[in-house]
């Protein structure tokens, strides 16, 4: 079983920058995919960025302004989100599974590949 805990939500205003960062414990894997995803009250949850360590990818609405980093060593997913639109302002959750990353989890209900979570943190952009 895979323990996520993410943190670094909070308010910030358009154009400013927020870390997220997602711990991982337990019976954890140096391969797994660890994503970020995102969702707003009443829609589905929508891949951000995902990366195995060795393959990275990003959905359109965060290239060019978010970057993931899985550290293998401390167990830790990173999303570092530079120039924030009010339209981030959402729910963000850690995701993993044991397995190569795919692009395909980034499509819609790609959130079925990844069975753990984290409980999700807030982020509000005015």
């Known amino acids: 079983h895979v323990q996520l805990v993410e943190s670094g939500g909070g308010s910030v205003k358009a154009g400013g920058s927020l870390r997220l960062s997602c711990a991982a414990s337990?019976?954890?894997?140096?391969?797994?995919?660890m994503a970020w995803f995102r969702q707003a009250p009443g829609k589905e949850r929508e891949g951000v960025a995902i990366s195995d360590g060795d393959d990275t990818f990003y959905a359109a609405s965060a290239k060019g302004r978010f970057t993931i980093f899985k550290d293998n060593n401390k167990k830790t997913l990173t999303l570092q989100m530079n120039s924030l639109k009010p339209d981030d302002t959402v729910t963000y959750y850690c995701?993993?599974?044991?397995?190569?990353?795919?692009?395909?989890?980034?499509?819609?209900?790609?959130?079925?590949?990844?069975?753990?979570w984290g409980a999700g943190t807030q982020v509000t952009v005015s």
């Open positions: 337990g019976d954890t894997y140096s391969r797994a995919c």
């Open positions: 995701a993993a599974e044991r397995q190569y990353c795919s692009e395909s989890i980034l499509k819609p209900r790609g959130y079925y590949a990844m069975g753990y």
